[in-house]
């Protein structure tokens, strides 16, 4: 075993961190924003900039790291690993989780060469930003039972129906969705497909949903009659579901849950060490949530050491997932707990500690162990897959 | 990066796992608990012609000259077997602290025999206190003529009614600074003074209460230098902590892979228990404590293998390995029912040893306050 990283590796880092410091409006630096915030804040503006900060990772050839140098990249997801683990750590906008974690290393598997050709570059630019279509009201955890239709109709599939908490749609430029294009298949997951689906087709309308945590990061999104041409479906009629499988391991595997949970954390560290002394109870939680962060960075480059060996980390991803945003959820909690009574004093109050933010990313934490798989699937996962129980 | 074993670490992963399997099976573990000596004469050679005894001593003193992280990956094995004897102290506490402080005289004098199996040491650090920091060492050793007399109790100290040799930390200077001060000797178990006592315990392990009363041992029978132990003790205890971490991943490796075997063939309501969910959370659970204390232990193993500071890496490995083998063995206890609950089950030899490890080297506060104040809060 080998737990160091090699001297380009660390050059990388020490690039980003540069980058990041010379990069980031003094403006909005104390605003701490990260991707979610952006796509959720209430500001234009903030969008604005997650934008022009993409464009700018784009031009230095930081959003195609992973891909094979074919097609731009340099073939390594330790790179783009650690670049997502620096930006989130400093909250960084202008990485887009869905087209460079998500989409990109997915039409990469499995898209055409058509497909890969159109979409990669704007992802490698910075100038497509994407979401993604597949959960509904009643289809989360249970995807496959899904219900929004897809049918074929010449040279297009016709898409009808919901879907929901699909985070940055109103921002987005370009979607995936996953359909049913056979409702009589059985097992249902054999009726599914997967497109890619132009954000300017008419026919979608989306209202926002404000969350607990006050941000309206996810939408809920209407389809009618929406027209895809026949070239966006990937991986073939009624194989979307094993597209989606797919996609949802690199999506597990790309959130850079160390670099947000260890950056929460250290606000609290550097907040208790200025207000000392503090509750032993409180010390020996800190220091138990140190380790469960670099447990959290250790399962996390397990699974990219995995990736870069070209093995698909499954129940790995899985496990990188739940175990990091549930870390992340009690270092928030415990970051209110540091602040006592000033843990409920939010963004504005003269009185606030840390800008406010410590109460919203409390409150933000509890979709942590929600989105992207609930906590309980990702057991089931682990469970099924990682120690083979049967169903 | 690199998350795998070498071609090598897998055959001694391997061979280990064989090994055992054969030479080591439950009924010998349990007969070995309540036996004096605690281990079989036989097994002890085989350990030293496979080589084990020897694995990280290095070629010129008659071993083998694997690394520490190697070292690791062997009592991994024995963690999953539950194997008895005097490998930790003798191999891990003995052999570590000669070569990290050892004279060459020393080291050509014991280290050969230790590799061939014919010498048994253990280390005398712990006292009624129970302490692992400084200072809990409370033994005195005074000078006279040449020789030092060591006056005090050591508690905990495993394996000596069978050690030829005990390594004791004494305090041999007193500054008020309990990290200063501190000597260790290599004192000949025979020699006059010494009364050992075995524990009575959890495990049935050998730990013992060894009184020291005006126990003679010449000058030269320090190890390293006069008042410096202290430094010393801090490397041989970060290792020892990360060998202790590395028996229990084993441990709770093997207790994962029972329950999972049990899951899939108990059946109740016409399904086996481990189509449940309340059953798949928990193994679930089990999996993310065990990977989380396997990769803390290797990476704190590597850190010390390739010779970087480990403390923290240490602290936090400890920390966990003590909580979460408990945790993985009293999950795995509710898992199995009242079958696992019965003393002739293999599951309390880890229940018990869970219990037993959580204490060594600092339970998991202890670590933890190391953590906290390394953190500056």
Known sequence: MDFAFTPEEEAFRKEVREFVDREFPPKWREHALDFFSNAGGPYDEQWSLHRAMAKKLGAKGWLSLAWPKEYGGRNSMLLQHILAEELSYYRFPGLDPFGVGMLAPMLLKSGNEEQKKRHLPGIAKGETMWCEFLSERDAGSDLASLQTRAVEDGDYFVINGQKCWTTAAHRADWGFIIARTDPEAVPNYRGLSFFLLDMKTPGISIIPIANMAGESEFNEVFFDNVRVPKENLVGGKNRGWFVVMGVLDFERSCIPAYGIARRNLDDALEYARKTKPIASALRNRLAELIVECEITRLVHYRAIWMLDKGLIPNYEAAMTKVYGLEVNQRVTATVCQVLGHYGVLTEGSKWAPLDGQAPSRYLRSIGNTLEAGSSEVDRIVIAQRGLGLPR | ?377
């Open chain 2, 1 to 377: 990066m690199d998350f795998s074993l070498t071609e090598e670490q897998e055959m001694l992963r391997k061979a280990a796992r064989d090994f055992l399997a054969t030479e080591c099976p439950k009924k010998l573990v349990r007969e070995m608990a309540k036996d004096e000596r605690g281990y079989p004469l036989e097994l002890w050679q085989k350990l030293s012609e496979v080589g084990w005894l020897g694995l990280i001593i290095p070629e010129e003193y008659g071993g083998s000259g694997a690394s520490f992280f190697d070292l690791v990956v062997l009592l991994e094995e024995m963690g999953r077997a539950c194997l008895p004897g005097p490998f930790f102290s003798t191999v891990v506490l003995g052999g570590v602290t000669i070569l990290e402080t050892g004279s060459d005289e020393q080291k050509q004098e014991l280290l050969p025999k230790l590799a061939q199996g014919k010498l048994l040491l253990t280390l005398a650090l712990t006292e009624p206190s129970a302490r692992y920091s400084a200072d809990g060492i409370q033994t005195k050793a005074v000078q006279e003529n040449g020789s030092f007399l060591i006056q005090g109790t050591k508690l905990f100290v495993p394996d000596a009614h069978v050690s030829d040799y005990l390594i004791c930390a004494a305090r041999t200077k007193e500054t008020g600074i309990p990290e200063e001060g501190v000597t260790l000797f290599l004192v000949d178990a025979k020699s006059p003074g010494i009364n050992c006592t075995l524990l009575e315990t959890v495990v049935g392990d050998k730990q013992c209460e060894v009184t020291f009363d005006n126990v003679k041992v010449p000058r030269q029978n320090i190890l390293g230098k006069l008042n410096e132990g202290w430094s010393v003790l801090e490397k041989v205890l970060e290792k020892a902590t990360v060998a202790q971490c590395a028996e229990m991943v084993g441990g709770a490796k093997q207790v994962l892979e029972m329950t999972v075997d049990y899951a899939k063939q108990r059946v109740v309501f016409g399904h086996p228990i481990g189509s449940f969910e309340a059953i798949q959370f928990n193994c679930a659970d089990m999996l993310i404590d065990i990977d989380g204390c396997s990769f803390i232990t290797y990476e704190a193993a590597w850190r010390l293998s390739e010779g970087l500071p480990a403390t923290q890496e240490v602290a936090m490995a400890k920390a966990w390995a003590s909580e979460k083998f408990r945790r993985v063995a009293t999950i795995s206890h509710q898992i199995h029912g009242a079958i696992g609950f019965c003393e002739d089950h293999d599951l309390p030899l880890y229940f018990k040893r869970a219990k037993t490890w959580e204490v060594n080297f600092g339970d998991a506060n202890f670590h933890l306050d190391k953590i906290a104040t390394m953190a500056g809060i």
